[in-house]
């Protein structure tokens, strides 16, 4: 599971937060002098007891009201040294921790692109979106305060104890009664929050999920009219993610409870012992008001720790949660030894040979999350695409066309068996190599929030140009580009003007087509157009596929007319290669998946020759 709800006993806090370190090792020095000063002025802080009790001492006792002044004034200026050095504290951290923020987020987003897309397949959007924002942001606050302010409240807490014990021990250990509970408390406190914090974060990033689904696909909810059950559902999860607050809200407010009442029990008991004490002329009275004010300077720093480390455990959390994206493998540049060992000249080299163009050789694939135990989606895949030939992919819906085209650029990695590209293994190219050769459109035209230049552009080398750009749109029969507000500077995608399925698709076409590849796949490109348009794309089309080694997905037999060749993908394996027209005579699959498409003047002929072929299909089973 991707989103371990529950934390694993032998977990450590502390071990989990070290790993912020090669984040936070570049501002070390600001940080560990911004913990400095704050212990500096939590310490003077202290030394006010002291000024009190000299006071007390001293001018009150002996009605001098110049010395009360001067000690007023004392008071004063420590005041304002203590509000200073915080001020400073402040200044010291915010701007190198907004960095330290920045820099996680980059290095997640640039490991999230390079993650293989099996990784994206098993893991919800939002639970990535979660850990880049929420998860990180705790992190800075963690940085910020907790860590700074529990190193300076326990120096604080010890300088105190110290001054308090020096003024007088009996009370002194009075005070330091409540310690051990305390701690024990804190303890079984930290492992009960991680507990709940984990369960909180994961909750969040479902949220967040179901948000962004719920936008991205407004147009089925509004359509269906689900409009108030997908709210239900997400007013249930959140009513979840509230009670799961509550809980952690409850156990704080326990700890906090214990952390204030036990040192309050202990001021108290230690305010009777002392002025029993002063009573019987064993303490002096500035004495006891030096030790009380200390007593009562340190209320803030213990009552705080319960924050803190709740505030710790949650950036514990964070951390671990986004670790787990950072630990995962990103794809590997080259996967072979050997690939890396041949000689560069040796792997371009166009062999005319019998292994030139595209060819599988026995590849096995089953997805990686797939259950295990079933059938693998493609098996004892062998097919020889040769080159400059434009091959024709055909097979029923679900057996595994766009599964095939997407091991050639390597989206996912064969399970067995070798893909080559003029006799090189596609494991043995860099990956910026191999996507140089191998241009891909996919079922889905993704458009991005830009230009309709720059989407399109961005199938080719950053060197192309206008020129290109024309081109590509005149093969893609994507002209309407220039009718466009802006024309080709027009922004489209998600930020911009929404374009129809056909208009998307023939821009995808574009960028597929726009690089020159010697390498085409193309998953169905003409699915949304009319029949005239699809007509002219595909004329456009033949004259560069004359060139290039092309495999093209196809369900209609006017796409499958593009190709020299058609290959039959069927139960997970290639069950027939030949012309259209050997097909069609031999192969009852493939005419009757040709023809669906009753349009054709061709199709009336294999109307009959279909009822034939269908009973065939039917003694074959
Ligand atoms: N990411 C994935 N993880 C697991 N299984 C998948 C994944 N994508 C597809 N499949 C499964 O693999 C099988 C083949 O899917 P594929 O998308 O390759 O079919 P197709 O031939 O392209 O279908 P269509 O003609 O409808 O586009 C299907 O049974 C599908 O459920
Ligand atoms: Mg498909």
Same mark, same amino acid.
């Given at each position: 599971? *991707?989103? *371990?709800?529950?934390?694993?006993?032998?977990?450590?806090?502390?071990?989990? #937060?070290?790993?912020?370190?090669?984040?936070?090792?570049?501002?070390?020095?600001?940080?560990?002098?911004?913990?400095? %000063?704050?212990?500096?002025?939590?310490?003077?802080?202290?030394?006010?007891?002291?000024? &009190?009790?000299?006071? %007390?001492?001293?001018? %009150?006792?002996?009605?001098?009201?110049?010395?009360? =002044?001067?000690?007023?004034?004392?008071?004063?200026?420590?005041?304002?040294?203590?509000?200073?050095?915080?001020?400073? /504290?402040?200044?010291?951290?915010?701007?190198?921790?907004?960095?330290?923020?920045?820099?996680?987020?980059?290095?997640?987003?640039?490991?999230?692109?390079?993650?293989?897309?099996?990784?994206?397949?098993?893991?919800?959007?939002?639970?990535?979106?979660?850990?880049?924002?929420?998860?990180?942001?705790?992190?800075?606050?963690?940085?910020?305060?907790?860590?700074?302010?529990?190193?300076?409240?326990?120096?604080?807490?010890?300088?105190?104890?110290?001054?308090?014990?020096?003024?007088?021990?009996? &009370?002194?250990?009075?005070?330091?009664? *409540?310690?051990?509970?305390?701690?024990?408390?804190?303890?079984?406190?930290?492992?009960?929050?991680?507990?709940?914090?984990?369960?909180?974060?994961?909750?969040?990033?479902?949220?967040?999920?179901?948000?962004?689904?719920?936008?991205?696909?407004?147009?089925?909810?509004?359509?269906?009219?689900?409009?108030?059950?997908?709210?239900?559902?997400?007013?249930?999860?959140?009513?979840?993610?509230?009670?799961?607050?509550?809980?952690?809200?409850?156990?704080?407010?326990?700890? =906090?409870?214990?952390?204030?009442?036990? *040192?309050?029990?202990?001021? +108290?008991?230690?305010?009777?012992?002392?002025?029993?004490?002063?009573?019987?002329?064993?303490?002096?009275?500035?004495?006891?008001?030096?030790?009380?004010?200390?007593?009562?300077?340190? /209320? =803030?720093?213990?009552?705080?720790?319960?924050? @803190?480390?709740?505030?710790?455990?949650?950036?514990?959390?964070?951390?671990?949660?986004?670790?787990?994206?950072?630990?995962?493998?990103?794809?590997? $540049?080259?996967?072979?030894?050997?690939?890396?060992?041949?000689?560069?000249?040796?792997?371009?080299?166009?062999?005319?040979?019998?292994?030139?163009?595209?060819?599988?050789?026995?590849?096995?694939?089953?997805?990686?999350?797939?259950?295990?135990?079933?059938?693998?989606?493609?098996?004892?895949?062998?097919?020889?695409?040769?080159?400059?030939?434009?091959?024709?992919?055909?097979?029923?819906?679900?057996?595994?066309?766009?599964?095939?085209?997407?091991?050639?650029?390597?989206?996912?990695?064969?399970?067995?068996?070798?893909?080559? #590209?003029?006799?090189?293994?596609?494991?043995?190219?860099?990956?910026?190599?191999?996507?140089?050769?191998?241009?891909?459109?996919?079922?889905?035209?993704?458009?991005?929030?830009?230009?309709?230049?720059?989407?399109?552009?961005? +199938?080719?080398?950053?060197?192309?140009?206008?020129?290109?750009?024309?081109?590509?749109?005149?093969?893609?029969?994507?002209?309407?580009?220039?009718?466009?507000?802006?024309?080709?500077?027009?922004?489209?995608?998600?930020?911009?003007?929404?374009?129809?399925?056909?208009?998307?698709?023939?821009?995808?076409?574009?960028?597929?087509?726009?690089?020159?590849?010697?390498?085409?796949?193309?998953?169905?490109?003409?699915?949304? #157009?009319?029949?005239?348009?699809?007509?002219?794309?595909?004329? $456009?089309?033949?004259?560069? @596929?004359?060139?290039?080694?092309?495999?093209?997905?196809?369900?209609?037999?006017?796409?499958?007319?593009?190709?020299?060749?058609?290959?039959?993908?069927?139960?997970?394996?290639?069950?027939?290669?030949?012309?259209?027209?050997?097909? &069609?005579?031999?192969?009852?699959?493939?005419?009757?998946?040709?023809?669906?498409?009753?349009?054709?003047?061709?199709?009336?002929?294999?109307?009959?020759?279909?009822?034939?072929?269908?009973?065939?299909?039917?003694?074959?089973?």
């Amino acid at each position: 599971m *991707p989103t *371990p709800s529950e934390v694993p006993e032998d977990r450590s806090a502390v071990r989990t #937060l070290l790993r912020l370190w090669p984040y936070v090792r570049p501002v070390r020095l600001r940080l560990f002098t911004a913990a400095f %000063v704050a212990a500096v002025a939590s310490c003077v802080g202290l030394v006010i007891p002291l000024v &009190l009790k000299w006071l %007390v001492d001293g001018p %009150v006792a002996d009605r001098d009201p110049a010395g009360v =002044w001067l000690g007023a004034l004392y008071l004063l200026l420590l005041g304002i040294a203590e509000a200073v050095l915080f001020g400073i /504290r402040r200044w010291l951290v915010a701007r190198p921790l907004s960095r330290v923020e920045a820099d996680m987020r980059a290095d997640l987003y640039r490991h999230l692109q390079r993650l293989p897309v099996a990784f994206h397949d098993r893991w919800a959007s939002g639970q990535l979106l979660s850990r880049g924002t929420t998860d990180l942001m705790l992190v800075r606050l963690f940085l910020a305060f907790p860590l700074t302010f529990l190193l300076v409240n326990g120096v604080t807490i010890l300088v105190g104890v110290i001054i308090m014990l020096l003024q007088d021990w009996t &009370l002194g250990l009075v005070i330091l009664g *409540p310690g051990i509970p305390v701690m024990v408390m804190c303890a079984v406190f930290e492992r009960r929050y991680a507990r709940i914090t984990r369960r909180a974060q994961d909750q969040v990033g479902d949220l967040t999920t179901v948000v962004e689904e719920s936008v991205l696909g407004i147009r089925i909810i509004k359509g269906f009219g689900r409009h108030r059950s997908q709210a239900r559902a997400f007013r249930e999860l959140s009513e979840t993610l509230r009670g799961t607050e509550l809980a952690k809200a409850r156990l704080l407010a326990s700890i =906090w409870a214990v952390i204030v009442t036990l *040192p309050e029990l202990a001021i +108290g008991a230690a305010l009777v012992l002392g002025t029993v004490q002063v009573a019987d002329g064993h303490l002096s009275a500035g004495t006891l008001v030096a030790f009380l004010s200390t007593a009562l300077a340190l /209320r =803030w720093p213990v009552d705080s720790i319960g924050f @803190l480390l709740a505030m710790s455990q949650e950036a514990a959390t964070a951390t671990e949660r986004y670790f787990e994206v950072m630990d995962e493998q990103p794809e590997s $540049a080259v996967d072979r030894p050997d690939g890396r060992a041949r000689p560069a000249a040796s792997r371009h080299r166009p062999t005319e040979s019998k292994d030139g163009g595209l060819r599988f050789h026995g590849v096995r694939f089953r997805y990686p999350d797939a259950p295990s135990g079933s059938p693998p989606v493609l098996d004892r895949i062998d097919l020889h695409i040769r080159p400059g030939e434009t091959m024709a992919l055909v097979g029923a819906t679900g057996s595994g066309k766009t599964t095939l085209t997407a091991l050639i650029p390597r989206l996912y990695e064969v399970t067995s068996g070798r893909i080559t #590209l003029d006799g090189v293994d596609v494991r043995a190219m860099s990956r910026e190599e191999l996507r140089s050769h191998v241009a891909v459109a996919f079922e889905e035209p993704t458009l991005f929030s830009t230009t309709v230049g720059d989407n399109v552009l961005m +199938g080719a080398p950053a060197t192309a140009g206008e020129q290109e750009l024309e081109r590509a749109l005149a093969i893609a029969q994507a002209d309407f580009a220039h009718a466009l507000p802006q024309g080709t500077r027009t922004q489209v995608g998600e930020q911009g003007l929404s374009l129809s399925g056909g208009q998307r698709q023939r821009l995808a076409l574009a960028r597929a087509v726009v690089g020159s590849p010697r390498f085409l796949v193309l998953d169905d490109p003409l699915s949304a #157009l009319d029949v005239h348009t699809e007509a002219a794309v595909e004329a $456009a089309l033949r004259r560069v @596929l004359d060139g290039t080694t092309a495999l093209v997905v196809a369900h209609r037999p006017s796409t499958v007319l593009l190709a020299d060749r058609v290959a039959l993908l069927s139960g997970g394996r290639i069950a027939a290669v030949g012309t259209h027209q050997e097909l &069609l005579h031999t192969n009852a699959e493939y005419a009757h998946l040709m023809s669906g498409d009753a349009g054709d003047a061709e199709d009336a002929e294999y109307a009959d020759l279909m009822s034939g072929d269908a009973e065939d299909s039917e003694e074959a089973r």
